[in-house]
């Protein structure tokens, strides 16, 4: 059963708009959610991260949004650049140490 | 610079052969994982260790096996390897404590081909 959920394999945005990546999860023992971003022939880089304490982090042009009650959050990139475009990993980690991560979606950044 | 470096980039295996993935990392990491990486599956977690000798198994840990003898050290095992485990392997190092308030950093990963 996926734990970690990104229900969307794909976007495509244009330059300059925002990009708006979605990220579901199913197990309330959660309390850390990550985002990483990662390019062909790489490994995943971390991106961006939130405390289940909080329901914004913000770093940049990157600003995650968490949703306790839905089992929702989200990555907000604005604006989105052409190097932005990557596959975005959403990952959750509870107090045992394990990081569980999602389908990942595939963000196109249109010049 | 955090480095976690798996030892090869490329790798091709016959089936029923067994096949060691070595992931060393240079931070003094307690934490040390084991993804595999398939087309609209994500990253999904085979196992994980927290510290020498210590491991845990992840979602898919079936087909594999680990070792952890030294800190910096995490050897991934396929016994018998099956077409079904051509991917591409993730190896990741966190420090101790929660991840999420310090990062998992992954190396470049494997691409292993069974045929």
């Known amino acids: 059963d996926q734990q970690v959920k990104q229900n969307s394999p794909s976007l495509s945005v244009q330059e300059g708009r925002i990009s708006i990546l979605n990220c579901d999860y199913t197990n309330s023992m959660f309390d850390y959610f990550l985002w990483y971003k990662k390019y062909p022939a790489e490994g995943p880089t971390f991106l961006i991260s939130i405390s289940s304490i909080k329901d914004k982090n913000e770093d940049g042009r990157f600003t995650v949004f968490l949703n306790k009650s839905a089992k929702h959050l989200s990555l907000h990139i604005v604006p989105s650049q052409p190097g932005d475009s990557a596959v975005y990993f959403c990952?959750?980690?509870?107090?045992?140490?394990?990081?569980?991560f999602g389908q990942g979606t595939t963000l196109q950044v249109k010049p | 610079d955090v480095k976690v470096t798996q030892s090869s980039r490329y790798l091709v295996k016959r089936t029923g052969e067994k096949v060691f993935l070595e992931c060393v990392q240079d931070m003094d990491h307690e934490n040390m994982f084991w993804y595999r990486q398939d087309p609209g599956l994500g990253l999904r977690l085979i196992y994980f260790s927290y510290d020498v000798k210590m491991k845990e198994k992840g979602d898919i840990p079936e087909g594999y096996s680990v070792s952890r003898e030294k800190k910096e050290r995490f050897s991934l095992i396929l016994e018998s390897a099956s077409t079904n485990q051509t991917s591409m392997y993730l190896c990741a190092s966190s420090p101790r404590g929660q991840v999420g308030v310090t990062e998992a950093f992954f190396g470049q990963g494997t691409r292993l081909t069974v045929v």
């Open positions: 990952a959750a980690s509870a107090n045992t140490g394990k990081l569980i």
